[in-house]
């Protein structure tokens, strides 16, 4: 079992958003990785959004939680809403992710759905995520 901590970032209309080859067919993504031994989920965060666009950023509060599980693998991913008082993108330290990251961006919320994630997402986003902090079960249930 794997747990997995993501932010949302936004930045007036629009989004942070990393594109990498992961393993569905959305090829764009909220920035975050795995928790390691002995981290919080905060400084996993933190960690995670340093090392993948250079940002330092401010972990607010708990979007939801929710299971990823297909076959013999089992993610628990655990989202937050975070803040980054600069919001200047630098460049990812090469070598940390599984996955390479191939860009970033700040993405208009209105466009989700061209970086291939869903509309129920995408209304989640722009409603402000209204069950916030709840046990969101199966990830199909957000829309991802």
């Known amino acids: 079992m794997k747990i997995r901590v993501t932010a949302l970032v936004l930045k007036g209309d629009t989004i942070l958003l990393l594109e990498q080859n992961v393993d569905n067919a ?12 002995g981290e919080t989920l905060g400084q996993a965060l933190r960690r995670e959004l340093k090392e993948e666009t250079g940002l330092n950023i401010k972990v607010k509060e708990l979007l939801y939680v929710c299971d ?7 993610v628990i991913h655990m989202t937050f809403l975070a803040e980054a008082p600069d919001t200047s993108l630098g460049e990812a330290i090469p070598g940390l992710d599984e996955n390479e990251i191939k860009s970033m961006a ?35 249930n957000i829309g991802l």
């Open 26 to 37: 959305r090829a764009w993504s909220l920035p975050g990785g795995g928790l390691e031994e």
């Open 68 to 74: 990823y599980i297909r076959d013999d693998r089992h």
């Open 106 to 140: 700040f993405v208009p919320v209105d466009d989700l759905e061209a970086y291939g994630f869903s509309s129920k997402f995408k209304e989640l986003v722009e409603d402000g995520f209204p069950n916030k902090g709840s046990y969101m079960s199966d990830k199909s």
